[in-house]
DNA sequence: TTAGATGCAAAGTATTTGCACTACC
DNA sequence: GGTAGTGCAAATACTTTGCATCTAA
């Protein structure tokens, strides 16, 4: 995404109007590398435009989408996501906790080819899947954990006698 | 996907069991590069099955790509696909009419790497925007149209005595 | 016999739409 | 002054859940 001020250049170009919701909205997209969803993005400018309607940003964002001023994507949990780098690049999902980054360096080619497949092309988005650094301890420490139980509940099925029946 | 008999062999080894609905889904599934979501699938369906439920096709599907059998995407257009290619390939999508197809020569890397900035990878899913070969027919000629109206649009107001005013 | 699967209805969640009002150009 | 934008409420669309019933193993 462009700075503000060109973004705003832009919108009245466009024959659009500026109003303190846009720009609003646009301040807060510009410097914004989570990834938010219009229900995030409204929940927090809501503390600063008490008024400011979900309507209203969805309006904003699409209008930006269809502009070609930010990229829309959906992560596979059911939400529209929103990503103001419109160069191409990857993101990073993770499949535990739902956090989105942009990843480090350019997977796969830097430029879109103009036609594949008979399509021509307009844009890319690629969505890596995994698990993020603090959800990996966290499964990891699951999996030993389970690891334990199956190892333990083993041993009890192995000397039936012990355990479930008591000493005959 | 594998085929349909490997696939309820899989299912029964994973503690499921072999209903007709699962076989119908299943079967309906493997030879189909068109991407379904779930409700496709079913009004698809039902004309073989009757009483088989969205909610079922909704259990089967996600119980497969949980399995890791299929793969699960979001367009962008708010809907969940169903990919039964579960090998890395990159989605066409076509921004006018939705259609999905198969990307025919692998882009990007054919072999995700194991981690991505700090990421344990474990996907990846690559959407390719742009326009069908029907749709680019149906843009290039509306975009003539267009402009053919405001040539003559123009040309009316390069001289209005002929047009809006009539002779003086 | 029993745990998984089915199917109906209902709930939940995300996004869009209709419409009157406002305010930017 | 006209048009795009705003905000509320309602509508829509998609997917999941609760639960009683059924059935494959």
Redesign the interface.
């Known amino acids: 995404m462009r700075p503000v001020e060109e973004l705003i250049e832009r919108l009245q170009a466009r024959g659009g109007k500026v109003t303190p919701q846009r720009v609003l909205i646009y301040r807060a997209l510009a410097g914004d590398a989570s990834h938010p969803t219009a229900e995030q993005l409204h929940a927090r400018l809501r503390g600063l435009l008490p008024h400011l309607s979900l309507t209203t940003v969805y309006a904003a964002l699409n209008d930006l989408a269809e502009a070609g001023e930010l990229r829309?994507?959906?992560?596979?949990d059911?939400q529209?996501h929103y990503d103001p780098d419109t160069r191409p690049h990857?993101e990073?999902v993770?499949?535990r906790c739902a956090r989105i980054?942009d990843?480090?360096?350019p997977?796969?080619?830097a430029v879109?080819p103009e036609r594949?497949?008979?399509?021509?092309?307009?844009?890319?988005?690629?969505?890596?899947?995994?698990?993020?650094?603090e959800c990996?301890v966290a499964v990891d420490a699951q999996d030993a954990q389970d690891a334990l139980a199956a190892a333990a509940l083993e041993a009890e099925t192995q000397r039936p006698e012990t355990a479930a029946g008591g000493s005959r």
Chains 1, 2 share one sequence.
């Open positions: 829309r994507f959906s992560s596979g059911g529209v990857a990073l993770c499949v980054e990843a480090p360096a997977h796969g080619q879109l594949v497949g008979g399509f021509r092309v307009v844009g890319r988005t690629e969505l890596i899947h995994g698990l993020c650094p990996q």
